[in-house]
């Protein structure tokens, strides 16, 4: 079965440390992934998304993530975390045409000064 | 250039009624997504549309339906409300539905059912 898992509900970084926000993938073709981000109120915005190449995917506002075909994994990361960046992340994977997407069930972010 | 806009933003119905949502894609976008979002089931994709042709369909049932106009303008339906139908209706557009995409997302319609 296609599914997203991301172990962590809710997590709370401090100012200035860096994130990580785990996510596993479970898919039966090529998997095409996708993090987004999602404050109060707004909908979905796009923050990174692999499709092929360098398993290493810069996005906006300085978030990266790493593809490891191995562990199934599409990990999020932040060096310095901002109060800005408190919001929930949601990791899906998608068809390669970045559609019908599969979500995960997101993790909350807190951000404490 | 203007986002993905979704009508209206705000919806409460009661069970047994029908609903009508609407989603205007990003000017030159073909390609409308829609998706549900409640806190038990989180994210789910509905259906995707793509001229006027439905091209993926999720796991919903058949009270779930939608069309596309022919300026890329889609719509959402669902009859027979139930409570569970509360959630958060999310439209997605993008340029095709062909390769490497991305989805730009609408701030959503909010549907109550009483």
């Known amino acids: 079965a296609q599914s997203v898992t991301q172990p962590d509900i809710h997590i709370t970084v401090s100012e200035g440390a860096s994130l990580e926000l785990r996510c596993n993938y479970s898919?039966?073709?090529?998997?095409?992934l996708f993090w987004y981000v999602q404050s109060p109120g707004q909908g979905l915005q796009l923050l990174l998304k692999y499709f092929s190449g360098d398993t290493l995917v810069q996005g906006i506002k300085g978030f990266e993530a790493e593809f490891k075909r191995s562990q199934s994994s599409f990990n999020l990361r932040k060096p310095s975390v901002h109060w800005s960046d408190a919001a929930e992340y949601f990791c899906?994977?998608?068809?390669?045409?970045?559609?019908?997407?599969?979500f995960g069930k997101g993790t909350t972010l807190s951000v404490s000064s | 250039k203007a986002g993905v806009t979704q009508t209206p933003r705000y919806l409460i119905k009661t069970r047994g009624q029908q609903v009508t949502l609407s989603c205007s894609p990003i000017?030159?976008?073909?390609?409308v997504s829609w998706y549900q979002q409640t806190p038990g089931q989180g994210l789910q994709f509905l259906f995707e549309?793509?001229?006027?042709?439905?091209?993926n369909k999720g796991n919903f049932p058949g009270r779930f339906s939608g069309r596309q106009f022919s300026n890329s303008r889609s719509e959402m339906n669902v009859s027979t409300l139930e409570l569970g139908d509360s959630a958060l209706y999310l439209c997605?557009?993008?340029?095709?539905?062909?390769?490497?995409?991305?989805?730009?997302f609408g701030p959503g319609t909010r549907l109550l059912v009483l």
């Open positions: 899906a994977v998608g068809n390669q045409a970045g559609t019908a997407l599969i």
């Open positions: 549309y793509f001229s006027e042709t439905q091209r």
């Open positions: 898919y039966g073709a090529t998997p095409y």
């Open positions: 997605a557009s993008s340029f095709t539905s062909g390769y490497q995409e991305t989805q730009y």
């Open positions: 000017s030159g976008h073909r390609s």
